[in-house]
């Protein structure tokens, strides 16, 4: 980067920082620390909760999503409106009449303590292990531009996260959450603008979405219905997005303390009706716009030479092996592939212009047969990192965005939007350590400390548990490097084997109202926790194929049968005697 965009991003955080450490001020208490004594209008709960969701991983992630796999990664999101009125309905007037630091602290109420606790471990192990994946989302952008080692990146960025969300607390996320989002959305769209306008003179944004649409990236909807009836695998598809994505959110927003507790802040129950409902308006369309950046950066490429593999330092690490030969010969194959598309793509959009339907076709059919190639080339280098070279990672869908933007964005821009992959990681991240440091002060140090603290040493307090989740969540980060998957998809696929669960024990205690045998849901959850990693694991060792978001109502369903079944089982043993 050049001295003006270091300059652009260092200001950019600062102001930052000190514009939330200036709105931290607040009573030293739980109320102040956790929940901003329970004062923010709703418009600040909606930008917390989109904040609280959308991550560095969102920005940096999703693009690389849209590059390599096309649109259809935003029907995992048609289930959210829904989720947001049935969380809106049922899960928020329990939560505020109660008035919980928690979402956990009501099963207690409702059943007893150890079904409090068990759905308390459950978010801990998924939270904790998502957040320490976000850490490294920002650490990729700083170990490829400073030339660190991953594992000093993951340290430093972790580190000033603890300081931030040490310092401020509820309060200080919510407001930076508010000017981050105005500064992503800006910078994204700035993004989507120079792409186009970088493509050649004749080609605008309908030929754009013209030539991505062509080579299969904008699958927006697809069914997951082939020949051989519905393909279960199918990660993303109509179906798996409003039934899967529906009991995903519905867990997420309604039962994940980083998520109940942005709207618990609200200061009445319409205020967090008003911020949830508005996110379930707002949430689709901004993905959908963040994943066409994706694809206008797929057709940016088509135009110009694209790498054969987006993450340098891997290419570093096949070039210094003994496959340097074999990766010259093809990235000059590559190379004259890519001149070939420039020419294709050019008489396609020619003869779009010029309305040859003959043209059109073979120019398309051209196109699809040197993607064609051009992917195959990618896959041999892929191919030889995963197997073949010692600690390679034959993923670059996180790098894809990352390395458009510092390739060819002007000087200035590409230091905002750096800046902004950052402040999406810092309002996300401080979100969910807060909500972390929520649950172990309340929902375990109150419950079993032997000692009566006051309003002030629980505040101080909450600070170290702040920054026990901090440095639990760097070492999480540690081992995300050869994770596997986009990280985007990773994050989801570790809330899947938890979410069900946890709303299912919120489903029957919201509305299986006769059934008070505490043990048997606590077991009933224990169970179905077991089922979903086991069809999760016959999933990985291909036993059987079948989508991620499918984990969800799976695990809800669990939960809510085995509870039924057990509770029958022990109320006719009781009657026994």
């Not at 009836?229 to 959110?249: M, P």
């Given at each position: 980067?050049?001295?003006?965009?270091?300059?652009?991003?260092?200001?950019?955080?600062?102001?930052?920082?000190?514009?939330?450490?200036?709105?931290?001020?607040?009573?030293?208490?739980?109320?102040?620390?956790?929940?901003?004594?329970?004062?923010?209008?709703?418009?600040?709960?909606?930008?917390?909760?989109?904040?609280?969701?959308?991550?560095?991983?969102?920005?940096?992630?999703?693009?690389?999503?849209?590059?390599?796999?096309?649109?259809?990664?935003?029907?995992?999101?048609?289930?959210?409106?829904?989720?947001?009125?049935?969380?809106?309905?049922?899960?928020?007037?329990?939560?505020?009449?109660?008035?919980?630091?928690?979402?956990?602290?009501?099963?207690?109420?409702?059943?007893?303590?150890?079904?409090?606790?068990?759905?308390?471990?459950?978010?801990?192990?998924?939270?904790?292990?998502?957040?320490?994946?976000?850490?490294?989302?920002?650490?990729?952008?700083l170990s490829s531009l400073l030339g660190?080692?991953?594992?000093?990146?993951?340290?430093?960025?972790?580190?000033?996260?603890?300081?931030?969300?040490?310092?401020?607390?509820?309060?200080?996320?919510?407001?930076?959450?508010?000017?981050?989002?105005?500064?992503?959305?800006?910078?994204?769209?700035?993004?989507?603008?120079?792409?186009?306008?970088?493509?050649?003179?004749?080609?605008?944004?309908?030929?754009?979405?013209?030539?991505?649409?062509?080579?299969?990236?904008?699958?927006?909807?697809?069914?997951?219905?082939?020949?051989?009836?519905?393909?279960?695998?199918?990660?993303?598809?109509?179906?798996?997005?409003?039934?899967?994505?529906?009991?995903?959110?519905?867990?997420?927003?309604?039962?994940?303390?980083?998520?109940?507790?942005?709207?618990?802040?609200?200061?009445?129950?319409?205020?967090?009706?008003?911020?949830?409902?508005?996110?379930?308006?707002?949430?689709?369309?901004?993905?959908?716009?963040?994943?066409?950046?994706?694809?206008?950066?797929?057709?940016?490429?088509?135009?110009?030479?694209?790498?054969?593999?987006?993450?340098?330092?891997?290419?570093?690490?096949?070039?210094?092996?003994?496959?340097?030969?074999?990766?010259?010969?093809?990235?000059?194959?590559?190379?004259?592939?890519?001149?070939?598309?420039?020419?294709?793509?050019?008489?396609?959009?020619?003869?779009?212009?010029?309305?040859?339907?003959?043209?059109?076709?073979?120019?398309?059919?051209?196109?699809?047969?040197?993607?064609?190639?051009?992917?195959?080339?990618?896959?041999?280098?892929?191919?030889?990192?995963?197997?073949?070279?010692?600690?390679?990672?034959?993923?670059?869908?996180?790098?894809?965005?990352?390395?458009?933007?510092?390739?060819?964005?002007?000087?200035?821009?590409v230091g905002l939007l750096i800046a902004?992959?950052?402040?999406?990681?810092?309002?996300?991240?401080?979100?969910?350590?807060?909500?972390?440091?929520?649950?172990?002060?309340?929902?375990?140090?109150?419950?079993?400390?032997?000692?009566?603290?006051?309003?002030?040493?629980?505040?101080?307090?909450?600070?170290?548990?702040?920054?026990?989740?901090?440095?639990?969540?760097?070492?999480?980060?540690?081992?995300?490097?050869?994770?596997?998957?986009?990280?985007?998809?990773?994050?989801?696929?570790?809330?899947?084997?938890?979410?069900?669960?946890?709303?299912?024990?919120?489903?029957?205690?919201?509305?299986?109202?006769?059934?008070?045998?505490?043990?048997?849901?606590?077991?009933?959850?224990?169970?179905?926790?077991?089922?979903?990693?086991?069809?999760?694991?016959?999933?990985?060792?291909?036993?059987?194929?079948?989508?991620?978001?499918?984990?969800?109502?799976?695990?809800?369903?669990?939960?809510?049968?085995?509870?039924?079944?057990?509770?029958?089982?022990?109320?006719?043993?009781?009657?026994?005697?």
């Open positions: 980067m050049s001295l003006p965009d270091w300059i652009i991003l260092v200001v950019t955080l600062l102001v930052i920082v000190s514009y939330g450490l200036y709105k931290s001020r607040t009573s030293h208490n739980l109320d102040g620390y956790f929940l901003s004594n329970r004062s923010m209008p709703w418009g600040l709960v909606l930008l917390s909760i989109m904040g609280t969701q959308a991550s560095a991983i969102t920005f940096l992630s999703a693009p690389g999503q849209a590059y390599t796999d096309g649109m259809r990664f935003v029907q995992y999101y048609f289930g959210i409106p829904l989720a947001m009125i049935v969380i809106s309905i049922f899960f928020v007037p329990i939560f505020r009449k109660l008035k919980v630091y928690t979402a956990y602290e009501y099963l207690e109420q409702r059943f007893d303590g150890k079904t409090r606790t068990l759905t308390s471990l459950l978010f801990f192990l998924q939270r904790g292990l998502s957040t320490g994946i976000s850490v490294f989302a920002p650490s990729i952008i660190w080692d991953i594992m000093w990146t993951n340290i430093f960025m972790g580190g000033l996260l603890i300081i931030y969300t040490m310092t401020g607390g509820a309060r200080a996320v919510a407001y930076t959450q508010q000017l981050q989002l105005m500064i992503v959305f800006t910078g994204m769209f700035l993004a989507a603008y120079m792409v186009v306008r970088m493509l050649p003179e004749n080609v605008g944004f309908a030929d754009a979405l013209e030539v991505g649409g062509k080579l299969g990236k904008l699958n927006v909807i697809t069914t997951g219905i082939t020949e051989k009836g519905f393909n279960w695998s199918d990660q993303y598809n109509l179906l798996s997005g409003i039934i899967g994505g529906f009991f995903l959110a519905l867990s997420y927003f309604g039962t994940d303390q980083s998520q109940v507790g942005r709207y618990l802040t609200a200061k009445s129950l319409t205020e967090s009706r008003m911020g949830l409902l508005m996110n379930g308006i707002v949430k689709v369309p901004m993905q959908f716009l963040i994943l066409l950046i994706g694809v206008l950066v797929f057709t940016f490429y088509q135009f110009n030479n694209a790498p054969i593999f987006f993450n340098e330092v891997q290419l570093k690490k096949l070039e210094q092996s003994g496959y340097k030969d074999s990766l010259a010969y093809v990235q000059h194959q590559y190379d004259s592939v890519a001149v070939l598309k420039q020419k294709a793509v050019l008489n396609y959009s020619g003869a779009r212009h010029a309305k040859n339907e003959v043209l059109v076709d073979q120019s398309v059919q051209s196109l699809l047969a040197l993607q064609q190639e051009s992917d195959g080339l990618r896959k041999k280098v892929v191919n030889w990192l995963n197997k073949k070279v010692p600690g390679g990672d034959g993923n670059d869908t996180n790098y894809i965005f990352l390395r458009f933007v510092v390739d060819h964005l002007p000087v200035g821009l902004i992959i950052f402040l999406a990681s810092w309002g996300s991240i401080a979100a969910a350590v807060n909500s972390l440091a929520s649950c172990s002060m309340v929902d375990f140090h109150r419950r079993f400390t032997k000692h009566t603290d006051s309003a002030e040493d629980e505040y101080r307090l909450s600070k170290w548990y702040t920054l026990g989740w901090g440095i639990f969540c760097i070492v999480v980060a540690m081992f995300t490097y050869n994770i596997g998957n986009s990280l985007i998809e990773a994050v989801n696929i570790l809330g899947s084997l938890f979410y069900g669960v946890i709303l299912g024990v919120f489903l029957v205690a919201f509305f299986f109202t006769k059934i008070k045998n505490s043990t048997a849901v606590f077991w009933a959850a224990l169970l179905a926790q077991a089922l979903v990693l086991g069809v999760f694991i016959l999933t990985r060792t291909g036993v059987f194929k079948m989508g991620f978001l499918w984990l969800n109502p799976i695990g809800a369903f669990g939960v809510i049968g085995f509870t039924l079944l057990l509770n029958k089982i022990m109320a006719a043993k009781k009657e026994r005697g």
